[in-house]
């Protein structure tokens, strides 16, 4: 138990650290007073806006019940062919690509296989109004699998706001999706999860996560009513145009009758 410790570094020791702001995996005094410090260790500030250049991740916590965990890296990874050759926040200079800045990825080789997943949560993030996310993603890569994004609010399903599968070409994409006022209000934490595809040509990529507070996402210049995801006609029939508004009313504008608007 790493709580046991005086020690500041054991808070690094994930057995402490709250899911939620009101609950704690353990009630004994050092694990509160962990609790506590991890909490008020990271601001909201570090997590709506982090190019994870610090080891810390910005409070982001890798999930244990998952099979693999996000690997923190700068230039390019280990396999040729797939993930990205730089982070985004240093990205390209004129002296050509710079080993200086850090992301997060999904390492796909071995012992990774099809269907694993990573999982990271953000500290509990609150506010009053809509909030757009805006992130970069990068998806190189015959066997890349799949990026789901969640917000979850307490110990409720988590809630898909953004996802995208297969090879995307060597590039920092960016992905967006409003978070509207209803999830805010109730505080929510940002689920990034990363699923393994077919291969080890499947190292997926995350930088730059942004959340920008008091505006819903500008809907892009393109004016295309085409569903973006094959799923959208499923999605529509289980009453998601409603449910899960934000995402869909952009990403499966057919789908949702929702063309032209
Ligand atoms: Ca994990
Ligand atoms: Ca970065």
Not at 80 to 95: A, L, Q, S, V
């Amino acid at each position: 138990m790493g709580c046991v410790s005086e020690n500041r570094g054991q808070l690094e020791d994930t057995s402490c650290r709250p899911t939620s702001p009101i609950l704690l995996k353990s009630s004994a005094p050092q694990c509160i007073r962990a609790a506590l410090e991890y909490m008020f260790q990271f601001t909201i500030t570090d997590a709506a806006d982090c190019d994870f250049e610090a080891s810390n991740l910005c409070g982001y916590t890798q999930e244990m019940k998952d099979d693999l965990d996000w690997t923190w890296n700068s230039g390019s990874t280990g396999t040729f062919m797939t993930g990205p050759n730089m982070d985004h926040t240093f990205g390209r200079t004129k002296y050509g690509t710079t080993v200086q800045g850090h992301y997060l990825y999904l390492e796909s080789s071995p012992p990774a296989k099809e269907g694993d997943k990573a999982v990271i949560t953000s500290p509990p993030i609150t506010g009053i109004s809509d909030m757009c996310l805006q992130f970069w993603y990068h998806m190189f890569g015959h066997g890349i699998g799949t990026i789901n994004v969640y917000t979850k609010v307490a110990e409720n399903m988590p809630e898909l706001i953004f996802s995208n599968s297969g090879n995307q070409g060597n590039r920092w994409l960016k992905g967006e999706a409003t978070i509207l006022s209803a999830t805010v209000s109730q505080g929510y934490q940002l689920v990034f999860e990363a699923t393994r595809g077919r291969s080890f040509r499947g190292d997926l990529a995350i930088d730059d996560i942004k959340v920008n507070s008091g505006q819903t996402c500008v809907v892009g210049l393109n004016t295309s009513c085409e569903d973006q995801d094959q799923r959208c006609p499923l999605w529509a029939e289980m009453g998601d145009c409603l449910n899960n508004a934000a995402f869909m009313l952009e990403t499966c504008k057919q789908a949702c009758d929702n063309c032209g608007k």
